[in-house]
Nanobody, 121 residues
Framework: QVQLVESGGGLVQPGRSLRLSCAASGSIFTINAMGWYRQAPGKQRELVADITTAGRTNYADSVKGRFTISDDRAKGTVYLQMNSLKPEDTAVYYC???????????????WGQGTQVTVSS
C-alpha cells in the first residue's frame, strides 16, 4: 500500500507565505515524478507544479515567480514553497506521485488526501 500524506496548509493573510510538504510511504520501487494540484470550490482540479526525477520543474502560469517546488527523493518527499499568496490561491492542495511499486510494475498515479489553503485577511 502506498500513502501520500500532506501537511502545512492553513489560513494565511494575503502576501504571506506557506510551505506544504508531502511524504510518500509504503512499498515503493521508484518515484518518477511528484507534484501539486489544487482545486478551488466550483472549479476543476489544476496542476500547480511538478518535478521529475531529473529535477525538471513545471509551473502553472498563475504561480510562476511565487511558488517553488522541490523534493528530497531519499525521503520520498516533495515540498511547495508558496510566497506572496493571493486570495485566488485559496483551494485544497493535493499531492500527486507517479511511481512504480516494484521493478516489474507499470507506473501508477497516487494522490494524497488534500490540505486546505485559505488566503484571506
Amino acid at each position: 500500500q502506498v500513502q501520500l500524506v500532506e501537511s502545512g496548509g492553513g489560513l494565511v493573510q494575503p502576501g504571506r507565505s506557506l510551505r506544504l510538504s508531502c511524504a510518500a510511504s509504503g512499498s515503493i520501487f521508484t518515484i518518477n515524478a511528484m507534484g501539486w494540484y489544487r482545486q478551488a470550490p466550483g472549479k476543476q482540479r489544476e496542476l500547480v507544479a511538478d518535478i521529475t526525477t531529473a529535477g525538471r520543474t513545471n509551473y502553472a502560469d498563475s504561480v510562476k515567480g511565487r511558488f517553488t517546488i522541490s523534493d528530497d527523493r531519499a525521503k520520498g518527499t516533495v515540498y511547495l514553497q508558496m510566497n506572496s499568496l493571493k486570495p485566488e490561491d485559496t483551494a485544497v492542495y493535493y499531492c500527486n506521485a507517479n511511481l512504480q511499486r516494484s521493478w516489474h510494475d507499470p507506473e501508477s498515479e497516487y494522490w494524497g488526501q488534500g490540505t486546505q489553503v485559505t488566503v484571506s485577511s
